[in-house]
T-cell receptor, first 113, second 110 residues
């Protein structure tokens, strides 16, 4: 498989559930990102990892917990979410953090009931 | 606070028309400006611009950056229905931060 993959593609969870989103990149990139895209809002950067180290956390609530075990994998652990957290969650990677073009995965459409 | 403003927010044209999408920005320590096309799900990369006045071209799409006036334009000539998408502008800084605009929704009618 090539590019950036995300699983699952769709997720419905209750407010008391715990789930995880997975992202994998096959491009040999060193930086990975989590974005949130809500309806009628611009892309919101959530977390940035560079060489497996978290370098940016844009005031994201603690109910979202990222994990980057290696440069190819990125997880977003979810617990006690709110209905307003329903959105498209996009993972991206780039060769180097920040200034290079980012390649996006297909996203996970999350619905919190 | 870094800011990226795109205009228009939406645009409806007919096949064969030429469109110009705008992106203006105010950021600290500008490094590059990037254009993406987002159809159904994931954005796909179009252009990265770092220098003023140098046009980048890919088929019917072209883009140019003006670092003095702090804006960029994306031109699409001879539009096709397949060009219908949201076009996103993002600005990256030397600190490694990226800020996205709201996007321009382009609809091309047959």
């Amino acid at each position: 498989e090539t590019g950036v993959t995300q699983t699952p593609r769709h997720l419905v969870m209750g407010m008391t559930n715990k789930k995880s989103l997975k992202c994998e990149q096959h491009l040999g990139h060193n930086a990975m990102y989590w974005y949130k895209q809500s309806a009628k809002k611009p892309l919101e950067l959530m977390f940035v990892y560079s060489l497996e180290e978290r370098v940016e956390n844009n005031s994201v609530p603690s109910r979202f917990s990222p994990e980057c075990p290696n440069s190819s994998h990125l997880f977003l652990h979810l617990h006690t979410l709110q209905p307003e957290d329903s959105a498209l969650y996009l993972c991206a990677s780039s060769q180097v953090q920040g200034t290079y073009e980012q390649y996006f995965g297909p996203g996970t459409r999350l619905t919190v009931t | 606070e870094d800011k990226v403003v795109q205009s228009p927010l939406s645009l409806v044209v007919h096949e064969g028309d030429t469109v110009t999408l705008n992106c203006s920005y105010e950021v600290t320590n500008f490094r590059s400006l990037l254009w993406y096309k987002q159809e159904k799900k994931a954005p796909t990369f179009l252009f990265m611009l770092t220098s003023s006045g140098i046009e980048k071209k890919s088929g019917r799409l072209s883009s140019i950056l003006d670092k003095k006036e702090l804006f960029s334009i994306l031109n699409i000539t001879a539009t096709q229905t397949g060009d219908s998408a949201v076009y996103l502008c993002a600005v990256a800084t030397n600190a490694g931060k990226s800020t996205f605009g709201d996007g321009t929704t382009l609809t091309v009618k047959p």
